[in-house]
């Protein structure tokens, strides 16, 4: 089911009420969870794109630099979203790109050239018969000199005039002289979208290879309207932008990966457990960079408090031998990167309830047994990845310890890391680790753990391409 547009007041009493409760219950506003509600409707409609206003893609740390030295052109039309390329002109600054604005007339009405002009820093072209600009027939290099363009917010107007091929102002005019790849970031009053000439423009464009981003479902700037038709977030945006202009090589393409992050949490009974300092944030940002290098990646974490990375498959899990058996159901693959903390023991036969406290009871003493060695487990495995890594976490005779464990897990390469406490390398972000290899030990400088990952990601991928030669 799709709810076109919805007016919070005009709703049935009881139905209102509801709402009402559930909104309290959940600390939002009534709009917000209408809003939400709105949302995950369209979720389950699936020939409309899921919105981002609900899950906002955080960028992958690896792909802000595909924006560095970018040249966008970006056009800003008329409508009351356009405040919000305030916010994406700057986005795209800061991570590099340089943004040359085209306002139309009404967008002027909505936001000020002299704004505009003031973020991107650079002179902002609103006319077509300009005598200034079109010296040398300006609106055809604004056209050509550029990487892409931008449309956002685009009115209902400026796609119906795209889709009928018109060129009666600037903005028009650029976008039908263009050859650059034009993405367009429709925000419109649900009615407008769902119009049949609006949506017969829009199937047009998608014929033309023109890029969409949005307009996802949720409140309008109108009062009490809700539908699809907003703007989507300026993150969501420039995740597209990214998609669309990333070029660099990706030697992974094709390939399989298994990550495993952060710590076990191995049950005392069902309120305790042994845990350790693993974050989660060096594994974590290797399966982003795998992700990023072209793999298919499933990591598989323990419980961490950070977020899942971007574009990679997340399986979480508590315990070791859960995360084992979820290792083994995915094998065949070609690449396994074992980083978990993995607990050596767990508690045997931990207690079905909460073990209590009693008066002059002696204090619990637990047995532990030795919990499976997920690494040696796939390292030997009939089904052994072409690639195994392992990491090792020491707090002494690093070098020894490391090579040891190289030859005794199976694996082709450890990644070892000194984790003393006064290095902070646990729980913090930057690492420094030596890769023993069967070749020798090389020994890499203080690094960001993002830096560490995209390095590793590359020692990978070179050394997955002398085992496939
Ligand atoms: C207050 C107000 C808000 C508007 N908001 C939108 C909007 O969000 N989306 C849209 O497609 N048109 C909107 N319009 C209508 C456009 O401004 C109108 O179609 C205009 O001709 C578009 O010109 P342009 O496409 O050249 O920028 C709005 C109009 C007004 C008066």
Redesign the pocket.
């Known amino acids: 089911m799709h709810v076109a547009s919805l007016t919070i007041r005009n709703l049935d009493e009881d139905i209102k009420q509801n709402l009402r409760e559930r909104a309290a219950q959940n600390g939002h506003s009534m709009e917000e969870e209408m809003r939400l509600i709105l949302a995950s409707l369209d979720q389950q409609d699936t020939s409309l794109p899921k919105p981002a206003s609900v899950d906002v893609p955080r960028l992958n740390p690896f792909s802000s630099e595909v924006l560095d030295g970018k040249q966008i052109l970006l056009i800003i ?5 356009a405040y919000k390329t305030l916010d994406l002109i700057r986005r795209l600054r800061e991570r590099g790109a340089k943004v040359r604005p085209i306002m ?4 002027q009405e909505f936001i000020t050239p002299l704004s505009v002009g003031a973020l991107t820093a650079d002179h902002v072209y609103t006319e077509l018969f300009s005598r200034e600009d079109e010296q040398d027939v300006g609106h055809i290099r604004l056209a050509r000199e550029c990487d892409m363009i931008v449309v956002a ?1 685009i ?4 796609m119906a005039k795209m889709a009928h091929g018109r060129a009666d ?1 600037l ?1 028009s005019t650029v976008l039908l002289a263009t050859d650059k790849p034009v993405l367009i970031a429709p ?3 649900p009615h ?1 979208w769902h119009n049949k000439a609006t949506q017969r423009n829009v199937k047009t464009l998608r014929e033309d290879g023109i890029h969409f981003i949005g307009p996802e479902a949720g409140e309008m700037a109108e009062s009490g309207e809700a539908g699809k038709g907003r703007l989507s977030e300026t993150m969501s945006i420039i995740a597209k932008m990214i998609d669309i202009l990333d070029d660099r090589p990706k030697p992974l393409l094709g390939k399989t990966a298994i990550v495993t992050s952060g710590p076990t949490h191995e049950p005392i009974d069902p309120v305790r457990y042994i845990a350790n300092r693993s974050s989660g944030k060096q594994g974590h940002a290797i399966a982003a960079a795998l992700a990023e290098l072209g793999a298919s990646v499933k990591l598989i974490s323990g419980p961490v408090n950070i977020p899942d990375p971007v574009g990679v498959d997340v399986i979480k899990i508590e315990r070791a031998e859960e995360m084992l058996d979820t290792a083994l159901q995915l094998l065949p693959c070609d690449i396994a990167v074992m980083v978990a903390a993995v607990a050596d023991w767990r508690v045997a036969g931990a207690a079905g309830e909460k073990i209590k406290k009693k008066k002059g009871q002696s204090v619990p003493t637990f047995d532990l047994v030795e919990n499976p060695d997920i690494l040696k487990t796939v390292g030997h495995h009939a089904k052994r990845p072409a690639l195994v890594v392992g990491f090792a976490a020491e707090t002494q005779n690093l070098i020894d310890n490391a090579t040891a464990k190289l030859k005794r897990k199976g694996a082709d390469m450890i990644v070892a890391n000194d984790v003393s406490p006064e290095t902070g390398i646990m729980g913090g972000d930057r690492n420094r680790v030596r890769i023993v290899g069967h070749d020798g030990v090389d020994a890499w400088p203080d690094l960001s753990k993002d830096d560490v990952a995209m390095r590793l990601g590359k020692l990978i991928s070179q050394k997955l391409a002398e085992i496939v030669v």
């Open positions: 039309s008329g409508g009351i979203a139309t007339q009404s967008a917010p009115t209902a107007n400026l102002d903005a925000a419109m009053n407008m």
